[in-house]
Every structure is written in C-alpha cells, then in structure tokens.
C-alpha cells in the first residue's frame, strides 16, 4: 500500500543549535549577493522639503545633490498648498538612485492657514494607499514596483532666533506618526552663533514639551551609533543652501559671498550643512526607508485595515483568515444593499397608493361639482322659462291695456253727453286696469 | 563651471519619465554609501536558508548535505548497520546556525527518509507538496495579519535538491512525476547522485540524456528561464544550465593526498576529492523566491 502519512518531527521550534563549519564554505557572499540585487534593482528615495515660500528648499536640494534640479520659481499667490513630485534618476559610479523631491508649494502664504497641512497629510495617505493596494493585489510585483512612499520630509524653520510659529508646531504634530521628520533651521547665515545656539535650544525645547517625535538617528548599531548620537545633539541642523562657486584660498568652493565676508557651505563652522549630507544620505538613507516601512507603512496599513473592518482575531481567539472577513464583510454589504432595495420598493408602493387616493378625492369632489353644476344651471332655465311666460302676459296684458284704452276713449268721444255713465266707465275701465294691475305681482 | 553635461529636468509637471543624470561631480555626493549600508543591516539581520533533499535512501542525501555544509548537520547512515526502513514518508527537518566572516546563517534541512522506498510510490509526492504548500501558507498568514512582525520568519523551502540514481539511462517515471509537480512550486536542483559510479563518459551522456527529458516535459529546473533578469543572469545562467544536473559525489572523510589534506571517498583504486558547484546561485536561490 502506498504509505503516504505524514509523519513530522521538526526541531525548528526550539533554540536552533549553534554549529562550527569544517572549513570554508562561501555563503559569506550572501550580503554580497544581497547588494548586486539591490544594485540591479536601483534604490528610490523620496524627500519632501515643506516649508514658506523662498526659503531656500530647491537650492538646498540642488546643493546636496550637487546638480541643477530645474523648477521654476513658486509664486507667494496660490490659493492652497498644493505638492509638486518631481522624479529624477541619478547615477553615482554603480549605483542608480531614483529620486523624487515633492515641494509644498504655497506653504504659509494663505491668509488663512489653517489648512495648510492637509494636503500634505492626504499626499502622503495618499502614496501608502497606493503601496497597499499594491501589497493587496492578487498578481503583484512588489519586485518591480516604483515606491513613492516619502522616506524622509524637511521641514525648513523660518530663522527668526525666537521659537518656533504655532504653523510649524501644528504642521509638524500632524505630520509625525507619518513620516520621519528632520527639521532643520533655513537660511542660517543670517543668524549669529549665540542666537541660533539659543534658538536651537529652544525649538528642541518646545518639540518636545509638545510631544513632536522628529526622527532619531539610530543608536543600535556600533558602526554608526557614536556618529549618530553626535548628531542627535546637533538637531536640528543649521544650513546654507549654495549652488554658486566662490574662489576662497585657491580652490573654487560652493559658497555665498557677502559684502562682509564669504559663507562656505562645506566649512563645518560655518554651517551644518556636511552634517546634513552625511547624515541623510551617507549614514542613514537605509536606515530612513526601513523606518518609513516598517513604522510608519504598518502604522497606516493597520489603521487602514481595522477600518475597512477586518479583525486578527474574533471573541474565541481563533485566528480569522483574510477570505473568511472578505465573505463575512461581503454578505453583510450584500444584505444590506438587498435591505436598503426592499426599504425603496416600500416607499415607492406606499407614495403611489397616496397619488391613487388622492386622485380619487379629486374625482369624487369633482363629480359632486359637475352636478352641483348641474342642477344650477337646471334652476337657472326654469327661471328663465317663468320669466319669458310672465314676459308674455305682461305683454299680453299691455295690449289688452292699450286695446280697452283705445275703446274707452272713442266711448268717450261718442258720448260725452254721458259724462257719469262714461266717468263711471271709466272709473271702472281704470278699475278694471287697476285690478289689472293689482294682480300682476 | 558646472561640471554636468545637462540638468535633470521634469518632462512634466507630474514627471514620471526622469532624466538620466551621469555625474561626474565636483563634488561626491555619496550616494553609494547606502550599499554599505545595505551590507550592514543585512549582516546584523542574518539570512535565513531552507533547503529539502528529496531521494531515495542510500543515495548519500546526509552525506551531501554534510559535506555540503562542512559540518555534521547529520548522522549519515553507516550502511552495514541494520537500519529499518521507514515505512512512512517521513519529513525530518534540523536548523542549525552557522557563521562565516560574520555572516550568520539559518540553515534548515529537511530530509524525506522514505520516498520512493516502498514498492507502490503511487503519490509520494503529496506529502512534500503539503508540507511546501503549508509553508507557503503559513508566510501568507503571517503577512496579512493588521499587526505583523517585523521581520516575518522564513520557513518556506527555498531550494529542493532532488537526487537521482546513477542509472546511466534517463530519468524513470518516479523522477519524472515528482520534477513535473515540483518544479512549480520550488527551486528544484536535480543532482546526480554517486556520480563515482559512472564513469566520465558515461556520466556526460547521461546528463545529456536527462537534459532532454526535462526539456521534452517542460520541467523548468532552477535557474529557471522564465526568471532571467537581464543579460549578465543570461549568461551565468545559460552555463550553469550546461551542467544541470550536477553530478555529485558527497563525502566526508578525510584522507591525505600529495601531502594535502582533503575530504574524500577511498576506494581500492583511488581517492575521489568532492569538490562542488560556486554557491553563488544559493543566494540566487532565496531572491528568486521573492
């Protein structure tokens, strides 16, 4: 018989022991292996740069990134914030990076700013939802897939040496359970190095007591966990954006020349701008994408999910699969929309009814009108029949009148030696025309 | 003053048809510090490995993987030793971690005692695809979950090396049906086993032969054709395709040679030093599994 039971002891579950090879065996090439992936893949990178118009967030991207990303001057008129994506594909020796700046254009020129991050909020729901729906596809090439989801966001602070504006404490607030945020000080040459030690203070000061969780370096890794610390103290970093070269010494260096002196953007002492650099892209780029998908892409997905109303597990504790809620999620809307249809039919039989009885009223009161109608006109036409017949004797009497008068009056002629006889004739001729008269009402 | 040859420039005001930028830059931007980065996180993380050994006993499955792997991840069965035959498949799965120049890696083998021992074989396949699928499934499971760990354990098998018997024909209907149903569902790497008992012409037309009845059944072996990313994967892959299936012979005894001392099988006629394949497509393996 063909013995086909499965019998399984894995030893998997416990500790998996530990084991010294014999010699060499060559999977210390994985990580090797794992990076020529990923270098035949090509990396993306995502950075949004928020932050009030001319503050200098498209020359610092051009500083960074050592090249001339061409976008044309915002204006301070827009009428809302509005994001501008904008994909770029560099090359440096092997690697390929595509990268993609999206500019908050219009941030804080509105009279009206209450408003202003919610583009921002929905931009960036926006490319998790697009990461999702792809990670729920049926046939999906996660593989393949363009991430747009944003990495990092700079968020430029207005050097004003006081504190931070209430637009960026509530911009910041809605923005940091969504993205990794490194906020950095804008146009630093134009503070002195006590104030911007003290403003720096205190906006590290006032993030915090508002309980704003901008990004931390890591510190868990000793290859980059001094690095990192040190940095950590410097937040948020003081830049100067330049992408014009100045002749300082004998070399030719990116800096802003002044009347009174010539900022360079690399001199450590003049601003942080190295530090930036070394520590966005040199130090912690992976690290930025890593946190970006498992903090903050799980964050969304979850609340995304427990939204659309899927569970992990029901009252008993027994894990749900995914297509059990699917059909359970189905049936319900399916009942509902049946219920929903039943509701109108309802409605619809019942206002029909309504019409009907009304419309009987309607023809009931107007039958009794026609016959009302009717009957006047009946009692109309007898009026008018009485009236003629007493039209005609009244007529006829008249002629009658007039004939008697014609005769009395040749009686009269005749005889007007009879004056008594003819008086009382007369008398009663009148009479007669009197009675006459008496008895037509 | 600028060095570049053009700036990079949208095509429109929703770009999604970038430029190619080639610096050569003033300045370094350093960009490609973020391989090392790379390296670092995934040294930290370690690798996870999982491979199956599927073939009839006696084949030198333990002895291979052991020698394999340099180390005594099995106890390989003495013949001599009345061992008794199991009378069921069996799956029998070890982990073990390993370490290399600081590369940690999880290996768990999975050995099927048992299959195509008894004398009706009729789907004894069912039980691996099961066990397969039911890796599969449980990676599925934890990926859907609202709130889910943060590096999801790997149990899925990676990589099946299935043995086949030096008979120096072609493959029988056994090894035909079982690389038709798995080729689908796992790498599958069909090796011939104790190839020292073919001679080197016999061993080339065997191969050849076997590479015509996977070809005739559209049995897709790794590396597979389908996946071949660019033109470099062509290349290596196309050679290594030539060797498919690798004959092996596993050993792991030591023996002295010309003053050297190597792993080998002694025989009355010579010492056979068992030297394998690059294991650079072990890694090729795990990726292509993504």
């Known amino acids: 018989m063909a013995a086909t039971d499965l019998e399984r002891f894995s030893n998997a579950e416990p500790e998996p022991r530990s084991l ?56 301070h008129h827009e009428e809302c914030v509005r994001l501008r994506p904008q994909t770029y594909d560099l090359q440096e020796s092997n690697v390929q990076l595509k990268l993609t700046i999206v500019d908050a254009v219009g941030f804080g020129d509105q009279i009206n700013k209450d408003e202003s991050y919610r583009p921002i909020v929905d931009y960036i729901d926006a490319q998790f939802e697009n990461y999702l729906q792809e990670e729920l596809k049926i046939r999906r090439s996660l593989f393949d897939y363009h991430d747009t989801r944003i990495h990092v966001c ?57 309980g704003v969780q901008i990004y931390q370096f890591p510190t868990d890794d000793e290859a980059v966990a001094e690095i990192n610390a040190v940095m950590n103290a410097h937040l948020p ?23 009174w002196g010539v900022v360079q953007v690399e001199n450590e002492n003049h601003c942080d701008f190295v530090k930036l650099r070394e520590m966005l892209i040199r130090v912690n780029m992976e690290d930025l994408r890593e946190q970006t998908h498992s903090r903050h892409y799980e964050l969304y997905r979850r609340c995304k ?39 109108m039919r309802q409605m619809f039989v019942n206002k029909v009814k309504e019409t009907e009885l009304e419309l009987k009223e309607k023809e009931r009161l107007h039958e009794k009108f026609e016959h ?62 009197s009675i006459y008269s008496v008895t037509i009402p | ?48 490995f999982n491979i199956m050994v599927v073939g009839q006993s006696g084949l030198g499955k333990s002895t291979m993987v052991n020698t394999l792997f340099k180390s005594k991840i099995w106890k390989s069965t003495m013949p001599g030793l009345r061992v008794p035959m199991p009378q069921t498949l069996q ?78 024909h072609c493959l029988r209907p056994l090894d035909l049906e079982f690389l038709q149903r798995l080729c689908r569902a796992v790498n599958v790497v069909p090796v011939i086993a104790r190839a020292d008992s073919l001679t080197i012409e016999e061993r080339e037309a065997f191969r050849h032969r076997i590479q015509d009845d996977l070809k005739t059944h559209s049995i897709e072996v790794y590396p597979q054709k389908s996946f071949d990313e660019d033109v470099n994967d062509k290349i290596l892959n196309s050679k290594i395709r030539e060797r498919i299936p690798f004959a092996v012979v596993g050993a792991d005894r030591e023996h002295m040679v010309n003053g050297r001392c190597v792993l080998g099988r002694k025989t009355k006629w010579g010492i056979i030093e068992g030297h394998f394949p690059c294991l650079s497509w072990l890694g090729g393996c795990e990726q292509s599994h993504a």
């Not at chain 1, 010699?23 to 990396?43: A, I, Y």
């Not at chain 2, 490609?32 to 980065?37: K, M, S, T």
Request: glycine content about 6%.
């Open chain 1, 20 to 75: 010294s090879l014999g010699g060499h065996v060559g999977f210390d090439s994985l990580p090797d292996q794992l990076v020529s992936k990923s270098v035949t893949q090509g990396f993306s990178f995502n950075i949004l740069c928020v932050g009030e118009t001319g503050i200098g967030k498209s020359t610092l991207m051009n500083t960074l990134f050592n090249t001339t990303f061409e976008t044309e001057e915002a204006s």
């Open chain 1, 154 to 210: 700079l968020y430029f602070i207005t050097p004003t040496g006081h504190s931070l504006k209430s637009l960026d404490l509530v911009t910041m607030k809605k923005l940091d359970s969504k993205v990794n945020i490194i906020p950095i000080i804008a146009k630093a040459d134009t503070i002195s190095k006590s104030e911007l030690h003290k403003f720096k203070i205190k906006i590290m000061g006032e993030l915090v007591s508002n």
């Open chain 1, 237 to 259: 970093f003081a830049v100067v954006g330049s992408t014009e070269e100045v002749k300082v010494g004998n070399k030719l260096v990116r800096a802003r020349q002044y009347p």
């Open chain 1, 305 to 343: 999910l427990e939204e659309m109303g899927f569970q992990d597990s029901d009252g008993d504790s027994q894990p749900f699969s995914l297509q059990e809620t699917y059909e359970a999620k189905r049936k319900e809307f399916l009942s509902e929309l049946q219920r929903k249809e039943e509701e």
């Open chain 1, 372 to 433: 009302l109608k009717r009957l006047h006109q009946e009692e109309k036409r007898k009026v008018e029949e009485k009236r003629r017949e007493l039209e005609e004797e009244t007529n006829a009497f008249n002629r009658r009148k007039a004939a008697v008068e014609a005769l009395q009056s040749q009686a009269l002629h005749a005889t007007s030696q009879q004056p008594l006889r003819k008086d009382k004739d007369k008398k009663k001729a009148s009479g007669w025309s």
């Open chain 2, 1 to 48: 003053m600028d060095p570049l040859r053009h700036s990079p420039s949208p095509s429109s005001s929703r770009a999604s048809s970038p430029r190619t930028l080639s610096c050569e830059r003033l300045g370094y931007v350093g960009i490609e510090a973020v391989l090392d980065q790379l390296k670092i996180k995934a040294m930290k993380m370690g690798f996870e």
């Open chain 2, 91 to 168: 799956l029998h799965s070890v982990t073990h971690v390993i370490e290399e120049n600081g590369v940690k890696l999880k290996l768990t083998v999975t050995d099927t005692p048992g299959f195509g021992d008894q004398i009706n074989n009729d789907k004894c396949w069912d039980p691996i695809l099961g066990y397969i699928n039911e890796q599969y499934e449980r990676y599925l499971q934890e990926e859907i979950l609202i709130t889910r760990q943060r590096h999801i354990p790997d149990t899925r098998v990676h990589c099946c090396i299935y043995f086949v018997p030096p008979t120096g």
